[in-house]
């Protein structure tokens, strides 16, 4: 089974999210828990949590990904900014508990004016206190694109994180396709070889989601800027062989390409799954 989605519109609903997927022909989705640029999260409701519960496996929508807020910077020094991200992610890994055995993804964080090492141990601290030995949410790292001083732009970054966090089974990685490629990693001219690396330097055990993105700039050019698939320069071929990677093809895909109607995904869903019924 192909599992394939976009970034929907939270306002509504969970119920609501689940019903403009299966309008698109999106079997997952990804969404903003609170406010993408601040801190705000209404409440969640039980009826409407209780009515996603029984829509989703109805419709074949087994996989959701919650995506952490922008503003997030858990490798922060700044301590206004630490204790923001300590709380954003300590409330939003609690609501993740309302649908359980889902994904929440996160960018890692900037180390703004620090070395490395010490933002990623800021990082790790923060997530060593926010896990929980009985969640059953499973937290993704997000590939970056090396633009100044985030991180993640690497894989060795990421699994040097990953290594220092000590609930380790409840830590994943999404991939982004438009970030490795601003990174530097040639998904259209050498896939496999950029599959054996991360396999290599993190385990594709730890990949569990995949963020399918063309892109504006060039391989290397650390500006994270997407584009419509087939619209970049990474191409319709390229993102599609993706999805039709042998080690790849299993894993929920998530749309965030520039359209302002669900239309766009809908074209955008439909392309690909021809492509995908072909390989």
């Not at 970056?144 to 000590?166: N, V």
């Not at 330097?201 to 800027?225: E, M, T």
């Amino acid at each position: 089974m192909f599992t394939i989605g976009c970034h929907l519109s939270s306002a509504k609903g969970y119920l609501h999210m689940a019903k403009d997927a299966v309008s698109i022909d999106a079997n997952t989705f990804q969404f903003f828990l609170r406010n993408p640029r601040g801190g705000r999260a209404k409440a969640i409701d039980p009826k409407d949590i209780a009515a996603f519960r029984q829509f989703a496996p109805e419709h074949g929508i087994e996989t959701i990904l919650a995506h952490a807020s922008y503003t997030v910077n858990p490798a922060s020094n700044v301590p206004k900014t630490h204790d923001f991200a300590l709380m954003v992610l300590g409330d939003d890994l609690v609501r993740m508990e309302e649908t359980p055995h889902q994904l929440y993804n996160m960018h890692p964080g900037a180390a703004v004016g620090q070395p490395v090492d010490v933002a990623i141990d800021n990082i790790a601290a923060m997530l060593n206190e926010v896990l929980q030995p009985g969640q059953t949410t499973t937290v993704l790292l997000e590939t970056m694109s090396g633009s100044g001083s985030e991180i993640g732009g690497t894989f060795e970054e990421l699994a040097t994180l990953i290594d220092k966090i000590e609930l380790n089974d409840r830590m994943g990685v999404c991939l982004d396709t438009c970030h490795v490629w601003a990174a530097g990693y040639d998904i259209a001219g050498d896939l496999d070889g950029v599959v054996d690396e991360f396999d290599r330097v993190i385990g594709l055990d730890r990949l569990r989601a995949v963020h399918l993105n063309d892109s504006k700039f060039g391989l290397g050019s650390h500006k994270d800027r997407h584009a419509r698939i087939g619209e970049g320069t990474i191409g319709f071929d390229a993102l599609a062989a993706f999805t039709n990677h042998p080690k790849l093809r299993h894993l929920p895909y998530f749309l965030e390409t520039p359209n302002e109607a669900l239309s766009g995904y809908a074209e955008e869903i439909a392309a690909l799954r021809a492509a995908h019924a072909e390989g």
